[in-house]
T-cell receptor
């Protein structure tokens, strides 16, 4: 089954303790992205990657890191989590088509992170 | 910079009534517009995209470039349509970074 898999689904951690949220897709998609979802703010892009070893900042990258060493994996790293990073995080992927053709994103099931 | 505005955070309609979820965008070039839906405790799913002009689950959306709008419509709402709906924009350009920009979402509740 074609899917984007995120782990863990739920995570409670303490301020300053490094953590990694994993994301993996089995559709050979070039493009992967991380979003955070907060009430009243919708989804905001954190980082994205257009291919292996190609990453760039989205709208709210502060406090986050990513890496793209393999096409299928795009982990989100919080080196020193803070309470304002408590949120629901979604990973997404899509094919990169020719100009003018967008296939729509496939989303993971989300990771609910609480930083105390 | 691109921007997507969904003016209604909450929208309630009765079953069988028509429903329209508003979406306005600002972007200097030609955009691709999408609607995504998130049912309770589930992941976001692509509902429809303007470029394919399709109708999914009875929903349609027409891109109005003059009014820069992409409103989502359904003539007869069903209780199972209750969900959070997000309008999203992707720029069309060669080498686009595919920065999909989302609106803040509209929570639709269909009352029995």
């Amino acid at each position: 089954e074609a899917q984007v898999t995120q782990n863990p689904r739920y995570l409670i951690t303490v301020t300053g303790k490094k953590l990694t949220v994993t994301c993996s897709q089995n559709m050979n998609h070039e493009y992967m992205s991380w979003y955070r979802q907060d009430p009243g703010l919708g989804l905001r892009q954190i980082y994205y990657s257009m291919n292996v070893e190609v990453t760039d900042k989205g709208d709210v990258p502060e406090g986050y890191k990513v890496s793209r060493k393999e096409k299928r994996n795009f982990p989100l790293i919080l080196e020193s989590p803070s309470p304002n990073q408590t949120s629901l995080y979604f990973c997404a992927s899509t094919r990169l088509g020719r100009a003018g053709k967008d296939y729509g994103y496939t989303f993971g099931s989300g990771t609910r992170l609480t930083v105390v | 910079a691109q921007r997507v505005t969904q003016p209604e955070k909450l929208l309630s309609v009765f079953k069988g009534a028509p429903v329209e979820l508003k979406c306005n965008y600002s972007y200097s070039g030609s955009p691709e517009l999408f609607w995504y839906v998130q049912y309770s405790r589930q992941r976001l799913q692509l509902l429809l995209r303007h470029i394919s002009r399709e109708s999914i689950k009875g929903f349609t959306a027409d891109l109005n470039k003059g009014e820069t709008s992409f409103h989502l419509k359904k003539p007869f709402a069903q209780e199972e349509d209750s969900a959070m709906y997000y309008c999203a924009l992707s720029p069309i350009s060669s080498g686009s970074a595919r920065q999909l920009t989302f609106g803040s979402g509209t929570q639709l509740t269909v009352l029995p």
